[in-house]
């Protein structure tokens, strides 16, 4: 399909088409394929409500924290009405100059909208703006009739508006314009709120004809991905709900998953209630295929859904802590909840809690590449990253789930920081936080595991997975600074050969493949250090056949370009490889 691009938009009544405002002229926007490009999978960050200002000092807090930031959202209110696409200059003065600025703290910048254009507008929530009147173009989209069902008033959450009609070429060419300052400004992305489940009027009536309110919503999130990235490239994404049931409205699916670059399951309950509903969503939006995906980390709302305006839901430290590790263990990371927290402002634990959530940040952003790997795999027709273990009916209360083939994550539902954990059948587990540690059966379930610790959950690998990683500092206590500038790889050899496709920052592909006694890389784009998991000390390691330098320490050989070491307690074998071609290193 393609979208509508806007040539000319300008004139008075009776001026020729070309030049008519209700009649722009229009060309065709092919609608890309899906990608989910490699920033998307570093930890985002958003509040409810902010300022210019405001936002340096959320970025700077964490930055102070030595927590990575990879993308903020400004989510409403930043516009002058809902919706202009003009910054709010009280807000947001020289609005360019912040987008560049953040841009070269190696920041993205993405933007919330829906697909709504009001007549009278408002923000429940403290600190929103006040809005004058309708918003200065809905009367030219009325009177071109650029709105569904003849320019229907519908009743949202930001205030009374109509619905642009996505499938009227001239009304998404004005719609377009509007949107292009933006992009010449050099946002990232959008975040698209679900203002469509607020026409209440089906079927709804568009210059196409009578569509469903799922064809509406399918083509509001379809032309947002295709025009955002015909304008700024296969680097911009948008922002989407993949499954949701929320607020009354019955559960459906909203966007495609071809039209899904990132899926944030959104608005739930700051408790466990909201947390295993947040786990519903996003197992059932896995199972639809949609690749990167996550939820609002502590969840959005002090209250429940269902009744907005009943008893509010009292922060919990432990929620947050548990909800963070989960987070962090899903293709999409982001931190937002209508209480606008930071980990170094809750009401208790704080120091815990901020180490906590450096450290489950860190482990996101260390897994980078393998988040980004899967999902190119994934669009290559292999399965999701996040994948659901179970049937739907096992799934309450217990959600486990599996990243790739390698990683089992068990997450903690409640305060009693105690599960059980069923090991899938097939293969051999081990935990996590006890690499040197012995396998552990497939098949048989882990009686109450205990998990005291607020900054762990139960994790585990499979024998046999491989997991590549950007690694710069010591937080997670997989690597050290010595890992910066070089691609970390664990490796956890099994009696089956297994490999992994690591797409990398050049655009090309490399192939670790592990067997017991040897591992073979098709190149190395940059320098690598590996750990594998092997019991028995090694007699000897070799590259390509010729002898590898053994040091006796780590440190010694972070010093080195090429060397091994073996760590009897960790029963790990290091080994470090300079940048090259292919190599195979036996042992």
């Known amino acids: ?110 933007l919330w909208v829906t697909q709504m254009v009001n007549v009278g507008s408002y923000d429940f929530e403290p600190g929103g703006d006040d809005y004058e009147g309708p918003s200065p173009n809905f009367e030219q989209g009325e009177r071109c009739g650029f709105y569904v069902n003849e320019a229907e008033r519908f009743q949202w959450w930001k205030g009374s508006g109509s619905a642009i009609d996505f499938f009227n070429p001239r009304a998404v060419a004005w719609w377009h314009a509007q949107q292009d300052p933006l992009y010449a400004q050099g946002i990232d992305g959008w975040k698209l709120d679900f203002g469509e489940e607020y026409i209440s009027t089906v079927p709804i009536v568009t210059a ?50 071809e039209h899904a670059p990132v899926a944030w399951v959104g608005d739930n309950r700051r408790d466990w209630q909201g947390l295993g509903d947040a786990f519903d969503h996003l197992f059932r939006s896995a199972q639809a295929g949609y690749s990167t995906i996550g939820s609002d980390i502590g969840g959005y709302l002090d209250t429940d859904d269902e009744d907005v305006l009943g008893t509010k839901i009292p922060f919990d430290t432990l929620v947050f802590a548990r909800w963070t590790a989960v987070g962090a263990l899903m ?50 027709g292999a399965p999701v990253p996040m994948r659901p273990v179970g049937d739907e009916k096992a799934w309450p209360g217990d959600y486990r789930y599996l990243l790739g083939d390698a990683l089992l994550v068990a997450p903690i539902l409640d305060a009693s920081g105690v599960r059980d954990v069923a090991l899938p059948a097939g293969s051999e587990w081990l935990d996590f936080w006890q690499l040197g540690g012995d396998y552990q059966a497939g098949g048989q379930t882990l009686k ?4 005291p610790q607020r900054d762990r959950i139960p994790l585990y690998v499979r024998r046999g997975a ?59 784009a940059q320098p690598v250090i590996a750990r594998v998991r092997i019991d028995a000390p ?35 074998l290091w080994i470090k490889l300079d940048a090259g071609g292919p190599a195979q290193v036996t042992w």
């Not at 092919?30 to 300022?51: H, Q």
């Not at 083509?219 to 990235?229: H, I, K, L, T, W």
């Not at 901020?354 to 988040?371: D, G, I, K, N, S």
Request: glycine share 6%; proline share 8%; charged share 20%.
């Open 208 to 257: 196409d004809g009578e569509k469903t309110k799922q064809q509406y919503s399918e083509e509001y999130y379809r032309d947002y991905f295709a025009y955002g990235r015909h304008r700024r490239g296969a680097d911009f994404v948008t922002m989407v709900r993949p499954y949701d049931r929320s607020y009354g409205f019955p559960g459906r699916f909203y966007a495609r998953p």
């Open 538 to 572: 090694a007699a000897k390691v070799q590259l390509d056949g010729v002898p590898l330098a053994q040091v006796s320490s780590r440190a010694e050989l972070e010093a080195q370009k090429r060397a091994w070491f073996f760590d009897l307690g960790a029963r790990a």
């Open 448 to 451: 109450a595991v205990a998990v």
């Open 331 to 380: 293709p999409f990371m982001q931190l937002h909840g209508r209480a606008n927290i930071t980990p170094w402002t809750v009401p208790d634990h704080v120091d815990e809690t901020v180490a906590m959530y450096r450290h489950w940040a860190t482990l996101h952003h260390e897994l980078v590449p393998f988040f980004f790997s899967l999902s190119e795999e994934a669009l290559a």
């Open 1 to 110: 399909m393609a979208v509508a691009l806007l040539l000319c938009a300008c004139g008075g009544d009776d001026a020729p088409a070309e030049d008519d405002p209700c009649k722009p002229a229009v060309e065709s926007v092919p609608t890309p394929p899906l990608s989910t490009p490699r920033w998307a999978f570093e930890p985002w960050i958003s509040k409810d409500i902010s300022t210019a200002d405001d936002t340096r000092a959320f970025v700077q807090g964490f930055r102070e924290r030595d927590i990575p930031v990879g993308a903020v959202v400004l989510d409403s209110p930043w516009e002058t009405h809902y919706n202009t696409f003009v910054p709010n200059p009280n807000r947001y003065p020289n609005f360019g100059e912040l987008v560049q600025e953040l841009h070269d703290d190696q920041i993205r910048v993405v």
């Open 466 to 524: 491989i997991v590549p990683l950007e690694v710069a500092s010591d937080v997670t206590g997989i690597g050290t600074k010595a890992h910066a500038g070089h691609l970390t790889w664990l490796v956890f050899p099994s009696a089956k050969a297994a490999e992994f496709t690591l797409h990398d920052h050049d655009g090309q592909t490399t192939t670790l493949s592990a067997a017991p006694g040897s591992m073979a890389w098709s190149r190395r």
